[in-house]
């Protein structure tokens, strides 16, 4: 009897423990990865297209149905949900949905279907894995997504170090955080030279004037390298148009180049020199050869 | 406790056990799925570098073709384009209402012409869009064998009600034969192949013979329906109809060209193909579409029976011919869809498209920015969503007016460094340096167009927004106003409401296949003088689908040209268009009427209450705006145009005014309309306008008196006034501004604020008062319904105008007439802030502007202008802010203070 007994408990312990394996750290519904995730980690939600897109399929196919190595691995190490996505959903389908994700909608930033959102426990993306250049690898796609993972998990640290800190250093830690370029960090809104009037108040000013202006804004302020670059690109912009010196234009330009060549800052600053700076100084050296 | 303990030690030993036995086998297990990835890895790279090295091979065979063609065609290729340009130019000038006269006199250059080549098809192809270039240089035609007795210019009576129960019972085997033949085989002989095509000119010549030989003498719809039922007589018809179509020069050139022969043998053995080819939408210069699809078949032969490619190819081909876009343009669009197809990286809607609906996809009109192949390609890969999310892909962009840089989005300079970085995609620039409308409708509609989903851009006054196709149903994304003009259309007219037209007419197949193909008949017909059974033929086209919108032109133009002054054919006409369009379509049946049929009925119809009856007919099909809102105004004066006299015009207003100043959705806009005709009249006739002026604003008052008021029906009243208001500001209208206005504080007293302003005015009375107010801001429906408030923005209770301050936009006030300025005084709703300086400018034309150099005081939301010092006279004032950024916020009373200069 004890034996039968020990055969069926030692059954129930190995279905358990191999589901623990199997089941990974998937989670059922939207609700569930919000509750497990909790205030500081990161869950992930695979959304993938079920009744319209082949490529969404393979990737299911790739990463959930025969669970491709590399993905496994990053997974296994957090909470992730898997949300079928559909398009004219029939009844069938639409009970579908909601049995994983209530009735919340997909959340916003998700740009495009299938793909690796990363989200916070209040359903924020904060980051996506939806490039086809990384889907279609699985090796770059989940190399992409656990550097998505590790960079959350700094920037929550981030986070909990800004509540408990002041003055200059709270300043210092807001532009670290928003130094993860491929993170977005609700709340906290990128300062952006052409909506915070950066851009229209440099409209008006002569150009040693407007040098003092963004020194000084650059100085005092704290901003993220793209944030610089942006700044950057506004006085250049204004010099650029008061046919200012061009040293000043390549000066400016390579600087903000160099900060990140290849943010879109930084592409951009390297189109601007190859646009409108080269020329220039062409057409300046010619005219010196000819004095 | 023990026990259990050792028992869940022993489970737990015996699952590690299992684990280690199982554990090879899942390493063996993942072994195996390795290799399998490897040799699936390498298969796909073998078809991928096998995709590149074709896709390179044919980009060096299509540049040695465009050589080829280009020394092969030089002047033959320039002299046919400029034949078809003819021919689009004299369809413009249709469009643009060509008087009758000038008609009837082309009417007797062509019978003198009677006896040169293909006279008879000649003129009447101005207007139509189904066949769209008959002129077929090189078919010679028999005058005397085309003389039928009983046929030829004998423009029948108008069919009456037992003869179209006749043929309808006939349109409904017509419908089972199609619906049969639908389901059953779509292949035929292949009678004609090779040699039959090398000339074309003799084929036409043959199927004509056989064509009218099996239609006997004198054929009658009936008979012509019956005869269409039959899948080969069918096929027969569109040959004739594609040889015409083609013309025969272009398909001799096509005989000779690389896969030219091998395209028409296989086009022309498939009824299905060739119904899809010629009946989808329309096909002007199909000589040069088939001479694309040879080129694309001829580098891609293998695919030729793959029922896709050749929907993708049909379609690219005939739709970049008839845009008359480039080879190349055409290949690298066709191959974008070709090869996204083939790699499954389309959205499952593209599989199963009609051909219609598929020329709307490949057929996007941007080649080279957004529909360029590279910048599809992206949004295919990084913008894919379910169809319902391209409704708001487009909010991936930023909005910026100027980007970080300081660049308008209008300029060049706007995107030009980033273009190189990002490889010249359009969309990955955009959605990363910003955009407005235009960027962010783009972005949501091609994002769609690149998943082969149909959708397509639109404007929208000042603004630009797009619609995606979801299921059946055109969804609108971005939009904020009720018109639109749309980008891409099948019939060159631009309202929305055409393209719910289109849905509906190729989703309803079978009429339309019936309706296109009786309509081809009557062409035929035409082409051989059998005027008699070209009528028929088009009444009977109607018959089958009153939703033709080309088959209504083509027969209108047709009746134009032989019977211009048969007033009961016209009469019938409208009627017919009212009975069947109007129903649903009020916009597509109105603007039939006003540029088709009416200028051609109402000459002929001199009796006002005869017109009137009329108008009222259709008037009383519009009891709301059917499908969609649309603008009456064209349709208003087309009607009010055939009145001559001052008498005739009142009345026609007097009937107008008393039957849709009772719609809720007609009596703004019909009110709106009658002020600006009135306003008009002012200017053209002067002093006699000022009395017709008085005699209309009494009518108005009248009509008003009918607008309802109860309760129920307030907020359509408000609505109507608003938008009537609206453009009387925007016409600078004080005088209409003003009366609409009290109206408004009349009948929606409760609309109204009350409040109580407190502030320091200036010297003199409030000039503004009696004059009009208009905002900078591009108002939606919803802003204009509220538009009565602008009004009471200039009285003393105040109101709400919103505000926009970009460049030279602001808030401008039409004074009661040329004043004095002493000053000015603004509330806003809220505090003003102070980031960015004020200006208030003058001008006596509202041309040109002055700074009034006025000294400005802010003081919580009031700002007070003071201008006595600069002694400034104006009709105008306006108030402007530095720089571009968005003001949220309403000025809630705006008053200028002077005094009136009287006239001297």
Same mark, same amino acid.
């Given at each position: 009897m004890n034996g039968i007994r020990l055969f069926f408990c030692a059954c129930a312990t190995l279905l358990i423990l191999v589901g623990s394996v199997v089941q990974g750290s998937q989670a059922r519904t939207f609700e569930d990865a919000l509750r497990r995730a909790g205030q500081d980690k990161p869950f992930v939600m695979f959304c993938y297209g079920a009744n319209y897109d082949d490529v969404s399929i393979k990737a299911y196919e790739t990463y959930i149905k025969k669970r491709d190595k590399n993905m496994y691995h990053v997974l296994s190490k957090t909470t992730y949900l898997v949300v079928p996505v559909y398009q004219q959903p029939n009844e069938k389908e639409k009970r579908e949905y909601e049995r994983v994700m209530g009735d919340h909608q997909l959340p916003g930033g998700v740009n495009s279907i299938p793909c690796f959102a990363v989200l916070d426990g209040e359903g924020n993306v904060r980051g996506a894995v939806q490039a086809r250049e990384e889907l279609d690898d699985p090796e770059k796609a989940s190399k992409a997504l656990a550097k998505l993972l590790d960079d959350f998990n700094e920037q929550q640290k981030l986070l909990k170090k800004l509540e408990r800190t002041n003055g200059k250093r709270k300043e210092e830690l807001q532009r670290e955080i928003l130094s993860y370029t491929d993170l977005k960090m609700p709340g906290h809104e990128s300062f952006d030279p052409s909506q915070n009037g950066v851009v229209q108040k440099l409209q008006v000013m002569e150009i040693p004037e407007a040098n003092a202006y963004i020194r000084t804004l650059l100085a005092n302020g704290s901003f993220s390298p793209v944030e610089r670059q942006m700044v950057m690109a506004a006085f250049a912009g204004h010099v650029r148009r008061s046919n200012g010196p061009v040293e000043m234009l390549r000066a400016l330009y390579t600087e903000m180049r160099n900060i990140d060549p290849t943010s879109t800052y930084g592409i951009y600053a390297e189109g601007a020199l190859e646009l409108w700076v080269e020329p220039l100084e062409k057409e300046a050296a010619a005219t010196d050869t000819e004095h | 406790m023990t026990s259990n303990l050792c028992k869940l030690l022993v489970a737990v030993v015996l699952s590690i056990m299992a684990g280690f036995f199982c554990y090879p086998l899942g390493e063996k297990f993942l072994v195996a799925i390795k290799v399998r990835d490897a040799l699936v890895s390498k298969s796909q790279r073998e078809a991928e570098e096998a995709r590149q090295a074709r896709l390179r091979e044919i980009e060096a065979q299509r540049k040695l073709a465009e050589a080829d063609a280009a020394k092969r065609h030089r002047g033959i290729v320039i002299s046919d384009d400029t034949a078809n340009n003819d021919w689009e130019k004299g369809f413009e000038e249709e469009d643009e209402s060509t008087s009758t006269t000038e008609h009837v006199a082309q009417d007797d250059a062509i019978g003198d012409e009677g006896s040169s080549e293909n006279g008879a098809e000649l003129d009447f192809s101005s207007y139509m869009l189904v066949d769209c270039d008959p002129d077929l240089v090189g078919i010679t035609e028999d005058k005397e064998a085309n003389e039928v007795p009983g046929q030829t210019d004998v423009v029948p009576k108008v069919m009456d009600s037992k003869v179209r129960s006749a043929n309808s019972t006939a349109l409904r085997k017509f419908a089972h034969a199609l619906e049969k033949t639908a389901k059953g085989t779509r292949q035929l002989n292949a009678e004609f192949k090779d040699d039959s095509w090398k000339s074309p000119q003799e084929l036409y010549k043959t199927l004509e013979q056989r064509v009218l030989t099996k239609l006997g003498e004198k054929p009658t719809a009936q008979k012509i329906i019956e005869y269409l039922s039959a899948p080969e007589n069918r096929r027969d018809l569109a040959l004739v109809t594609l040889i015409r179509r083609a013309g025969i020069q272009d398909l001799e050139e096509l005989s000779t060209q690389r896969g030219g022969i091998a395209l028409l043998n296989a086009l022309s053995a498939d009824l299905q193909w060739l119904t899809d080819t010629l009946y989808s939408g329309p096909t002007d210069k199909l000589g040069k579409g088939l001479q694309n699809m040879a080129l694309i078949f001829s580098q891609f032969s293998e695919d030729?029976?793959?029922?896709?490619?050749?929907?993708?190819?049909?379609?690219?081909?005939?739709?970049?011919?008839?845009?008359?876009?480039?080879?190349?343009?055409?290949?690298?669009?066709?191959?974008?869809?070709?090869?996204?197809?083939?790699?499954?990286?389309?959205?499952?809607?593209?599989?199963?498209?009609?051909?219609?609906?598929?020329?709307?996809?490949?057929?996007?009109?941007?080649?080279?920015?957004? #529909?360029?192949?590279?910048?599809?390609?992206?949004?295919?890969?990084?913008?894919?969503?379910?169809?319902?999310?391209?409704?708001?892909?487009?909010?991936?962009?930023?909005?910026?007016?100027?980007?970080?840089?300081?660049?308008?989005?209008?300029?060049?300079?706007?995107?030009?460094?980033?273009?190189?970085?990002?490889?010249?995609? !359009?969309?990955?620039?955009?959605?990363? $340096?910003?955009?407005?409308?235009?960027?962010?409708?783009?972005?949501? *509609?091609?994002?769609?167009?690149?998943?082969?989903?149909?959708?397509?851009?639109?404007?929208?006054?000042?603004?630009?927004?797009?619609?995606?196709?979801?299921?059946?149903?055109?969804?609108? #994304?971005?939009?904020?106003?009720?018109?639109?003009?749309?980008?891409?259309?099948?019939?060159?007219?631009?309202?929305?409401?055409?393209?719910?037209?289109?849905?509906?007419?190729?989703?309803?197949?079978?009429?339309?296949?019936?309706?296109?193909?009786? *309509?081809?008949?009557?062409?035929?017909?035409?082409?051989?003088?059998?005027?008699?059974?070209?009528?028929?033929?088009?009444?009977?086209?109607?018959?089958?689908?009153?939703?033709?919108?080309?088959?209504?032109?083509?027969?209108?133009?047709?009746?134009?040209?032989?019977?211009?002054?048969?007033?009961?054919?016209?009469?019938?006409?409208?009627?017919?268009?009212?009975?069947?369009?109007?129903?649903?379509?009020?916009?597509?049946?109105?603007?039939?009427? *006003?540029?088709?049929?009416?200028?051609?009925?109402?000459?002929?119809?001199?009796?006002?209450?005869?017109?009137?009856?009329?108008?009222?007919?259709?008037?009383?099909?519009?009891?709301?705006?059917?499908?969609?809102?649309?603008?009456?105004?064209?349709? &208003?004066?087309?009607?009010?145009?055939?009145?001559?006299?001052?008498?005739?015009?009142?009345?026609?207003?007097? !009937?107008?005014?008393? $039957?849709?100043?009772?719609?809720?959705?007609?009596? #703004?806009?019909?009110?709106?309309?009658?002020?600006?005709?009135?306003?008009?009249?002012?200017?053209?006739?002067?002093?006699?306008?000022?009395?017709?002026?008085?005699?209309?604003?009494?009518?108005? !008052?009248?009509?008003?008196?009918?607008?309802?008021?109860?309760?129920?029906?307030?907020?359509?009243?408000?609505?109507?006034?608003?938008?009537? $208001?609206?453009?009387?500001?925007?016409?600078?209208?004080?005088?209409?501004?003003?009366? $609409?206005?009290?109206?408004?504080?009349?009948?929606?007293?409760?609309?109204?604020?009350?409040?109580?302003?407190?502030?320091?005015?200036?010297?003199?009375?409030?000039?503004?008062?009696?004059?009009?107010?208009?905002?900078?801001?591009?108002?939606?429906?919803?802003?204009?319904?509220?538009?009565?408030?602008?009004?009471?923005?200039?009285?003393?209770?105040? #109101?709400?105008?919103?505000?926009?301050?970009?460049?030279?936009?602001?808030?401008?006030?039409?004074?009661?007439?040329?004043?004095?300025?002493?000053?000015?005084?603004?509330?806003?709703?809220?505090?003003?802030?102070?980031?960015?300086?004020?200006?208030?400018?003058?001008?006596?034309?509202?041309?040109? =502007?002055?700074?009034?150099?006025?000294?400005?005081?802010?003081?919580?939301?009031?700002?007070?202008?003071?201008?006595?010092?600069?002694?400034?006279?104006?009709?105008?004032?306006?108030? &402007?802010?530095?720089?571009?950024? =968005?003001?949220?916020?309403?000025?809630?009373?705006?008053?200028?203070?002077?005094?009136?200069?009287?006239?001297?």
């Open positions: - | 030729i029976n793959d029922e896709t490619t050749r929907r993708i190819a049909t379609t690219t081909a005939t739709e970049f011919a008839r845009e008359g876009w480039s080879q190349k343009d055409m290949l690298d669009r066709f191959t974008y869809y070709y090869s996204s197809y083939k790699e499954g990286r389309l959205n499952k809607i593209f599989d199963s498209l009609a051909y219609w609906e598929t020329r709307l996809v490949t057929g996007n009109r941007e080649c080279h920015s957004w #529909g360029s192949p590279a910048s599809m390609a992206w949004q295919r890969d990084n913008v894919r969503l379910p169809v319902e999310g391209y409704l708001g892909a487009s909010g991936q962009l930023v909005y910026r007016l100027r980007n970080v840089a300081g660049d308008s989005v209008f300029s060049g300079e706007y995107l030009a460094p980033v273009m190189k970085g990002f490889n010249n995609i !359009t969309a990955l620039a955009h959605r990363e $340096i910003g955009g407005v409308c235009g960027a962010c409708s783009h972005y949501g *509609a091609y994002g769609a167009l690149a998943a082969g989903i149909p959708a397509m851009t639109m404007g929208e006054p000042g603004h630009c927004a797009y619609t995606v196709r979801v299921g059946d149903e055109w969804k609108k #994304g971005y939009s904020i106003y009720w018109q639109h003009s749309m980008h891409k259309t099948f019939w060159n007219v631009h309202d929305w409401e055409f393209l719910i037209l289109a849905q509906d007419l190729y989703t309803d197949a079978i009429p339309t296949l019936m309706s296109d193909q009786l *309509a081809a008949m009557a062409t035929f017909m035409a082409s051989k003088r059998m005027t008699k059974a070209a009528f028929q033929c088009f009444d009977a086209a109607i018959q089958a689908q009153p939703l033709n919108w080309p088959v209504w032109l083509a027969y209108t133009g047709f009746l134009k040209q032989k019977a211009p002054q048969d007033k009961e054919r016209w009469t019938d006409l409208c009627t017919r268009v009212v009975d069947t369009l109007a129903e649903k379509y009020h916009n597509v049946a109105a603007t039939l009427q *006003a540029r088709y049929v009416y200028p051609n009925m109402l000459p002929l119809m001199p009796d006002k209450k005869e017109r009137n009856k009329i108008f009222a007919a259709f008037f009383k099909k519009c009891n709301d705006f059917g499908v969609s809102r649309w603008d009456i105004t064209p349709l &208003l004066n087309a009607q009010f145009a055939g009145c001559k006299t001052e008498a005739e015009k009142l009345d026609y207003m007097k !009937t107008v005014l008393s $039957i849709l100043m009772t719609k809720p959705d007609y009596s #703004g806009p019909v009110l709106t309309w009658g002020l600006e005709t009135v306003s008009k009249l002012n200017e053209e006739t002067g002093k006699d306008g000022d009395r017709f002026q008085a005699e209309f604003s009494k009518l108005i !008052t009248s009509a008003m008196k009918r607008m309802r008021s109860s309760k129920k029906d307030t907020d359509s009243t408000w609505a109507g006034l608003g938008e009537a $208001i609206y453009t009387a500001a925007t016409n600078g209208d004080n005088f209409t501004f003003q009366a $609409i206005g009290k109206l408004a504080l009349q009948k929606c007293k409760k609309n109204f604020p009350k409040n109580r302003f407190k502030f320091r005015g200036f010297p003199g009375r409030i000039v503004s008062a009696k004059g009009s107010i208009r905002t900078g801001v591009t108002l939606d429906d919803e802003g204009i319904k509220q538009s009565c408030l602008h009004w009471a923005v200039l009285q003393k209770n105040g #109101g709400a105008i919103p505000i926009k301050f970009e460049g030279n936009t602001g808030i401008t006030v039409k004074l009661e007439s040329n004043s004095d300025l002493n000053g000015v005084v603004a509330l806003f709703d809220c505090p003003i802030k102070n980031d960015r300086p004020f200006h208030i400018e003058a001008s006596e034309d509202g041309q040109n =502007w002055e700074d009034t150099e006025g000294k400005i005081e802010i003081n919580g939301s009031i700002m007070r202008v003071d201008m006595r010092q600069a002694r400034t006279s104006a009709r105008y004032v306006r108030l &402007l802010r530095e720089g571009d950024k =968005w003001d949220s916020g309403n000025i809630v009373g705006f008053y200028v203070y002077g005094k009136l200069i009287k006239k001297s």
